[in-house]
């Protein structure tokens, strides 16, 4: 078991650019989660998927935001038009079901 | 959703010092964890506790569930247990405190 991974680790946009990160989760999870931190914060939820099927999405995913899990396993998590306040710290989890999460290294955005 | 509270937001000890952190929580749960985050950003899992008490090594938690509080002890500190300890709690989404930032002293 090689944990859950995230790629890129760290990535530098200018403003108004797209990005995508992406997650692989641990083989057997079956849920999968985004979360953002910036700096001083915890965590914020964004959105948990189970299996394929995205089941909630917090209203802090603006239109800009787009995540999917189209077969179940990795998942992508793209920003259209970064903005300087996008720049943050996006964590992804997975877990079967609703038991224990366990957390990527995280892709660090810097929007300039 | 729910509401998580960490209490204190700061800490500051001697090493050798035993500390209580405190997570309060607004709703039913089926799932509250302990993390610490690391200088690089990886929150490294303490303990999974929607209910009861575990320990692990000089580290122990206990969850009261129908009063919606955790406690994380940490016995004998250590200049390595320094940074920020996260409580978070979910029914599906899962929502973090602000973090206790606690540190060790030499």
């Known amino acids: 078991d090689t944990g859950v991974s995230q790629d890129p680790r760290h990535k530098i946009t200018k403003r108004g650019q797209n990005v995508t990160f992406r997650c692989d989760p641990i083989s057997e999870h079956n849920r999968l989660y985004w979360y953002r931190q910036t700096l001083g914060q915890g965590p914020e939820f964004l959105t948990y998927f189970q299996n394929e099927a995205q089941l909630e999405k917090s209203r802090l995913l603006s239109d800009r935001f787009s995540a999917e899990r189209p077969k179940g396993s990795f998942s992508t998590l793209e920003i259209q038009r970064t903005e300087q306040g996008d720049s943050a710290m996006y964590l992804c989890?997975?877990?079967?079901?609703?038991?224990?999460?366990?957390f990527g290294p995280g892709t660090r955005l810097t929007v300039t | 959703g729910i509401q998580v509270e960490q209490s204190p937001p700061d800490l500051i000890l001697q090493e050798g010092a035993n500390s209580t952190l405190r997570c309060n929580f607004s709703?039913?749960?089926?799932?509250l964890q302990w993390f610490h985050q690391n200088p690089w950003g990886q929150l490294i899992n303490l303990f999974y506790i929607p209910s009861g008490t575990k320990q692990n090594g000089r580290l122990s938690a206990t969850t009261v569930a129908t009063e919606r509080y955790s406690l994380l002890y940490i016995s004998s500190s250590q200049t390595t247990d320094s940074g920020v300890y996260f409580c978070?709690?979910?029914?599906?989404?899962?929502?973090f405190g602000a973090g206790t930032r606690l540190t060790v002293k030499p």
């Open positions: 978070a709690a979910s029914y599906n989404d899962m929502r």
């Open positions: 709703d039913s749960v089926n799932n």
């Open positions: 989890a997975s877990s079967f079901t609703h038991y224990e999460q366990y």
